[in-house]
């Protein structure tokens, strides 16, 4: 029996989105679902739910937990990584509370900024642990990213782990659908292409029967911005450098120097910014589970419809040689020439059985390459800082952050990155 390794399986909810989206996949109906997480209270939890799951939807999908990660892995044919290292608490709350002492303020800290880029120091250890074991017991698997920071950890996983990766994110196939509910606009029948980084990726095109959609997409969306709304950071930045991006607005408010700004605090009220956003919904959804819980996993009833997850669309489409397309993060292998090369870059790719294969993009608007070269800086020296384990590449990092460095001062980046190393204590390597 071939086997699904979902690592992270403590993440219930997405366990039952991925792994409940290969129980109704025809082409998977004969692999084992193996379930792993060092939280074995959520790993119950999960497999319980995915037993029930099992039995409702009539799956011939084998599940089994494991408490020994290696064995988890042993012979898998593909691998799901959801995980997150060092959890709401106490990391996330070290990463947005000793920033804020320096006045520097954040809203997600998932992906880029301070946040984002001891995220990645904590996490990319872990990764390579996985890599290690995979090329032992699993060495031909493809391993399917959904954690955080996306574009440093997929590209840690291949360059440094030698795995075959690839980066997988919501925000490509929401993207259309979301912006044109928003405006009011029909997306039946609509085209489409995306490419750039994870969280920073571009509508280049949008059309309809071979018309250019921009135009009235712009239009209302100036209407729009004369009201308060969710969305007004990615308007902003559509209407200032001329492309609608990826990612949310709140995500989007700190990978760019112009909107939270100590010297212009109403900026914040002007473009509607969530200061603070993550940590509130880590406590949204640490209180929601415990209702949740008895909800989903002993339910007998339990049910599940095919989401808009990648995964299982890939496995299936490797399975069975019938293509699928998909948006992928993947190294830069002269994909879009005016974006380095040792980036990773998101973009169209062709999935088959002869496995995952990247579109070439060319290369972006100038405007749209030059912002994401100001976040591909810090998201390449953080993989240095990992890499060599140097501190100093971590101060680089965060020198060059473009929120980071438009609102601190030197000897106050490289304090406040001490500080943080110092609160993390054992969740980091040890840095030189």
Request: aromatic residues 8%.
């Amino acid at each position: 029996m071939s086997k699904i390794t979902f690592l992270g399986a403590g993440s219930t909810v997405f366990a039952k989105n991925v792994l409940g989206d290969c129980m109704l996949t025809p082409a998977l109906q004969d692999f084992e679902l193996a379930l792993f997480d060092i939280d074995l209270e959520r790993l119950k939890d999960s497999e319980n739910m995915l037993l029930n799951l099992k039995k409702t939807v009539n799956s011939g999908c084998r599940v089994k937990a494991y408490t020994d990660r290696k064995e988890a892995l042993r012979g898998a044919k593909y691998v799901v990584n959801a995980i997150q290292v060092g959890g709401y608490e106490p990391c996330t709350v070290t990463d947005f509370e000793i920033p804020k002492k320096y006045g520097l303020r954040q809203t997600i800290a998932d992906t880029l900024g301070i946040g984002g880029i001891f995220r990645n120091l904590r996490t990319i250890p872990v990764m390579m642990d996985f890599a290690a074991d995979m090329r032992e017991v699993c060495p031909d698997a493809w391993f399917l990213n959904y954690t955080n920071p996306m574009a440093v950890l997929t590209n840690a996983m291949i360059t440094m782990g030698g795995i075959k990766s690839v980066g997988l994110c919501h925000s490509v196939q929401v993207c259309v659908p979301h912006l044109f509910r928003d405006l009011e606009m029909d997306d039946a029948g609509v085209q489409w292409k995306i490419a750039g980084i994870n969280h920073m990726a571009w509508l280049l095109e949008v059309t309809k029967d071979g018309k250019d959609l921009y135009p009235e997409i712009k239009a209302r969306a100036r209407e729009k911005q004369k009201t308060s709304h969710k969305d007004m950071v990615r308007y902003e930045m559509m209407l200032r450098f001329g492309y609608y991006i990826t990612e949310s607005s709140e995500h989007n408010a700190e990978y760019h120097p112009y909107f939270i700004k100590r010297n212009y605090p109403e900026l914040i009220e002007r473009f509607n910014i969530p200061l603070d956003e993550y940590p509130r919904r880590c406590v949204n959804q640490i209180e929601k589970w415990k209702t949740m819980r008895a909800e989903m996993v002993n339910n007998k009833n339990l049910e599940h419809c095919r989401s808009r997850e990648y995964a299982s669309f890939i496995l299936e489409a490797m399975e069975t040689d019938q293509p699928y397309k998909i948006g992928g993060n993947v190294i830069n292998t002269g994909l879009i020439p005016n974006l380095p090369k040792e980036a990773c870059v998101e973009v169209p790719c062709l999935v088959d059985k002869s496995g995952i294969t990247p579109t070439y993009v060319g290369d972006l608007p100038p405007q749209l390459a030059a912002l994401n070269r100001t976040n591909i800086n810090t998201q390449l020296l953080t993989l240095e800082a990992a890499r060599t384990l140097k501190k100093e590449h971590i101060y680089h990092a965060a020198l060059l952050d473009p929120h980071t460095s438009a609102e601190l001062s030197i000897d106050d980046i490289v304090a406040m990155c001490d500080d943080l190393i110092a609160a993390h204590g054992d969740w980091l390597p040890a840095f030189k």
